[in-house]
């Protein structure tokens, strides 16, 4: 029997490799004999990294560089030889979670962290680079990404401008002519679900401003000073991608991949699912089992265990979910691919518990499972 186990990260709990074990486990239990699968997956956001380096039995780097706020942060990508791709977490570098919520400041974070890890990749030799970008906090258009990369950035007495989102209302010039030449040469793939466009009531700083700490006033602020910066980049490149769907992700981080990089974005579970050889370990399958921290209706928007079930079924394998809880809709995932869903809790508990004591249930809850399939199998 040849068991798939593809589940994503139960975030404050385990990673994506924790959860695969722990399921593992709690199937060898039951079925000592079954070849048992573990492919760790992600949807593009925080966890992506961990994952496709364990997939992909890859290497992580660390690099120290400049975080969201200008402080030093040690920062890790991946490194997939063979194939010469560089995976770059956004939120390694320039992320929220290096930011206390106090000290959030949308107009003042910058992106040139994220710019520093995408020039190590380069020096590595990548020709492919996959950037994951969800959990940023900033709202700078990847503007301080670029200079990290040689764009410089004028104002109208030709000086550098400030890093952040609100200072590139002061742009008046934009010099490309020590942007590194080595973007023209490399595959970006942009790995997000985030289709909102660069400016406006659906745009960067409307939508996602304020959870990084952006007010109401500076949020127009913010989106003045990102159109200001998208027309300039227009001017310069001889195209406008601000209005794109994905060009909002991230701050803005999507406009100035596009724009600069010719990046193509792609679900972030459909590039994880890639790189790791999802489709090749499905293949022949018996059962699939993956699974996240919160199983409901937002799971269509392109989470990990959708994006598994649909590996899943062009192979006619069925899919099980085990997931710490089953919220509202999940049923519609029904119609999609899966199964059959299951929770972890075995009876009343806080949700500290069941993030502490979530590899007990999932092991237990895995042997469940089993034993369950057994009997369906035997009343046939």
Not at 1 to 9: L, N, Q, T
Not at 247 to 253: F, I, L, W
Not at 298 to 307: E, I, S, V, W, Y
Not at 337 to 350: E, K, R, S, V
Request: net charge negative; charged share 20%.
């Amino acid at each position: 029997m040849k068991i798939v186990i593809a589940p994503d990260s139960f975030k404050d709990s385990l990673d994506a490799a924790g959860v695969a074990s722990a399921i593992a486990a709690g199937l060898a239990e039951v079925w000592p004999q079954a070849e048992l699968i573990e492919c760790p997956m992600a949807d593009g956001g925080e966890g992506t990294l961990e994952a496709i380096v364990a997939a992909s039995q890859g290497e992580q780097r660390r690099q120290v560089v400049r975080g969201p706020l200008g402080a030093p942060v040690e920062a890790t990508w991946g490194w997939l030889a063979q194939s010469r791709t560089a995976v770059i977490e956004m939120a390694q570098a320039s992320g929220i979670q290096l930011v206390p919520g106090a000290c959030r400041d949308a107009c003042r974070s910058s992106t040139w962290g994220t710019g520093e890890l995408i020039a190590a990749a380069l020096a590595a030799g990548a020709r492919r680079i996959v950037l994951a970008i969800g959990g940023s906090a900033t709202n700078d258009g990847g503007s301080g990404m670029l200079r990290a990369l040689g764009l410089r950035l004028l104002d109208a007495a030709g000086q550098p401008l400030a890093e952040g989102g609100l200072a590139l209302a002061q742009l008046a010039h934009i010099d490309a002519s020590d942007l590194d030449p080595r973007l023209g040469e490399v595959q970006v793939d942009v790995a997000a679900d985030v289709d909102n466009p660069l400016c406006g009531v659906n745009g960067a700083s409307a939508i996602f401003g304020p959870q990084k700490g952006a007010s109401p006033e500076q949020v127009q602020a913010l989106d003045q000073a990102l159109g200001h910066f998208a027309e300039h980049c227009a001017g310069l490149l001889g195209k406008d991608v601000r209005n794109e769907p994905g060009s909002g992700a991230a701050g803005g981080m999507g406009f100035a991949a596009k724009a600069f990089m010719g990046a193509q974005f792609r679900p972030g579970v459909e590039v994880v699912a890639e790189l790791a050889g999802l489709d090749a370990l499905v293949q022949g399958a018996d059962l699939v089992i993956t699974g996240e921290g919160r199983f409901d209706a937002q799971t269509l928007r392109g989470k990990t265990p959708l994006g598994v079930a649909r590996v899943a079924k062009r192979h006619g394998v069925p899919v099980l979910v085990l997931a710490g809880t089953l919220g509202a809709g999940y049923e519609q995932l029904y119609a999609h691919g899966i199964d059959a869903a299951f929770a972890l809790a075995n009876g009343p508990m806080t949700l500290e518990q069941a993030c502490a004591e979530a590899g007990a249930l999932l092991k237990a809850r895995a042997g469940d499972l089993a034993r369950l399939w057994q009997v369906a199998h035997l009343a046939r």
